[in-house]
Every structure is written in structure tokens, then in C-alpha cells.
């Protein structure tokens, strides 16, 4: 298990390496994912602050969605994030993956933060 965790920390600290490279100071979009919920932020790396966040475990997504585990789950949080990071002035982002593939939930987030109006 101690295997999993640091090849993890690895993927992880080599996209984030790439991403500060590429940013030019653009703010992150920062996804986990657990086996029950997904949670996504727009992190301002400069200042050290989240300027947005929203995840499937919000009383709101709890009660409007059947699963915080699904594809569709993820979709709303994306726009809903996306909503959010609007209202605080950023329309341009970096999309952080973390350690997990761009395919499924991911994909699904960024897919849903794009229709809300963010553009990476």
C-alpha cells in the first residue's frame, strides 16, 4: 500500500511541476476523487487561498443527486464550481488532475467546469 500512496505523490508532484511551469500565473483547478464523492477547487498558488470550491457531499448535491460516485455527479460539481469561480473573477484556469487519469469522473468534472463557462 505504501507503494500505491508514493508512486501517487510522484504523478502528483510531477504534474504540478509541468502546471507551474505552463501556468503563467494562472489559479488551479484541483480535483479529488474518493470512492463516494468528488471534491474540486480553484486554488490562487500565489496567494495561497481557494478561491472556489464545491464538491458532490454539499447538502444541496446530497439531495439532488442519487450518487456522489457517478459521471453526472461529477458534471454538476463542475458547473457548479465553474459558477462559483465566475463570481470571483477567474474565467481561466489549470486543470489539475492529481495522480488520477483524465477519463471517467475527471474528464467529467472538467467537461462540466468548461460548460460552465472556464476555459484551460
Known sequence: MADKLALQQRRRAR???QLRIKSGGRPRLSVFRSGKH???QVID???GRTLA???S???AQRDSLP???DKNAASVVGKLLAERALAAGVTQV???RGPYLYHGRVKALADGAREGGLSF
Request: net charge neutral.
Open 57 to 59: 457531499i454539499e447538502k
Open 45 to 47: 498558488d500565489r496567494a
Open 94 to 96: 489549470v486543470f489539475d
Open 38 to 40: 468528488i471534491y474540486a
Open 53 to 55: 470550491a464545491a464538491s
Open 15 to 17: 504534474l504540478r511541476y
Open 67 to 69: 450518487t456522489g460516485a
